[in-house]
């Protein structure tokens, strides 16, 4: 690159947010996490297959969708909706860790899934991927009745094999932030009833310190600095979207599902939200059950960062079981 290229604004560095990203003066943005790309296949392990689909044409919302090895063609199986993680900031469903995480979990709880590529911050702030999530869901959920959008346009793999009496939402960090705030809609606003929601390191946070947060204050700042910059129009960590337990946020009451599962791990700054959010929701009112899963010596994400080991396939398992629970008979 000559001088004058490298002068250029396109190239001048304005800002970093490391280690997620880096943003140029020209506006470009530079990920520097889970960037690459794992192409839609028959993965060789498990059987499972994947593909992808275009959602919204106009915003170019999409999503990877994943079929296990059918045993039974007419055999209606649950449908998982995934969020991936990433601070709002970085990955996709595409990224290997992700690919990875869906094959393994489809494989296990022989599930369908649709694994959401919502737009990110800082070139899409807060609420972008809120709104791309919530239409992905409603693309999902327009395929009940058999029809997508009043057309004939379907997706095979959803009207074919999906269960839309057993809906679950899951996601990891920002994600399982996203699938407890559409968790919170979907009663309300489109008449749907969850059978579930899994949050695997639920990304909370709040303006004033709890439990660890205070003893950790190198984590904390660097927490403390993700919301803000994916949400600018409302920087507050008070923001009920970031902090649902809140003072006058809106009632737990209003979760749309009848069982929650978190994850949570011990070394993970984001725990002791994870574990206020469990207790704020037992006693709330809600008319669900909701359950808690600790990693010892673990840290946030470690099931993405290290798949094979025993504790990654451990809180597999357990998420597999909570999507094969039958809903509950009617008193």
């Known amino acids: 690159m000559s001088a004058m290229e490298s002068s250029q604004p396109e190239n001048e560095i304005d800002h970093e947010f490391l280690p997620f990203l880096r943003v140029y003066k020209g506006g470009r943005v530079e ?5 690459d790309f794992s192409p839609a296949s028959i993965d060789p392990q498990t059987g499972v297959s994947s593909k992808d689909v275009k959602i919204s044409p106009n915003s170019g919302v999409s999503a990877r969708l994943y079929l296990p090895n059918l045993t039974h063609i007419n055999h209606k199986l649950p449908l998982l909706i995934y969020f991936h993680g990433g601070g709002f900031l ?14 393994s979990i489809v494989a296990e709880a022989n599930v369908i899934a649709v694994s959401v590529d919502y737009r990110l911050a800082p070139e899409h702030p807060i609420p972008v ?3 791309d999530s919530w239409a992905a869901l409603q693309w999902a959920f327009s395929h009940s009745s058999g029809h997508r959008d009043g057309s004939d346009q379907t997706e095979p793999w959803l009207t074919n094999h999906a269960d839309f009496d057993r809906v679950f939402f899951a996601g990891d960090s920002a994600g399982a932030n996203i699938a407890h705030n559409l968790a919170m809609r979907v009663r309300a606003e489109l008449g749907v009833e969850l059978l579930g929601v899994a949050l695997l390191h ?7 310190p709890i439990g660890s947060e205070s003893t950790e204050p190198i984590k904390k700042a660097f927490v403390d600095r993700v919301w803000p910059y994916v949400c600018p129009s409302n920087p507050n960590h008070d923001d009920p979207r970031i902090n649902p337990v809140v003072a006058d946020s809106p009632s737990l009451v209003g979760l749309g599902c009848s069982r929650v599962l978190v ?8 725990r002791d939200r994870g574990w206020l959010y469990y207790e704020e929701l037992g006693k709330s009112g809600w008319m669900g059950v ?4 600790e990693a010892k010596e673990e840290d946030h994400v470690f099931h993405l960062l290290k798949p094979e080991s025993e504790k990654a396939r451990d809180l597999v398992t357990q998420l597999a079981l909570f999507l094969n629970l ?6």
């Not at 639920?202 to 004033?208: E, I, L, M, T």
């Not at 909701?290 to 899963?293: F, G, Q, Y």
């Open 129 to 131: 991927c809120y709104d």
């Open 263 to 270: 994850f949570v791990a011990e070394k993970d700054i984001l």
């Open 326 to 331: 039958e809903r509950p008979p009617l008193p």
């Open 31 to 35: 990920r520097l996490v889970a960037t």
């Open 202 to 208: 639920p990304y909370f946070w709040g303006s004033d």
């Open 90 to 103: 970085v990955a996709s469903p595409f990224a290997s860790i992700y690919h990875h995480h869906l094959n």
């Open 290 to 293: 909701v359950k808690i899963k």
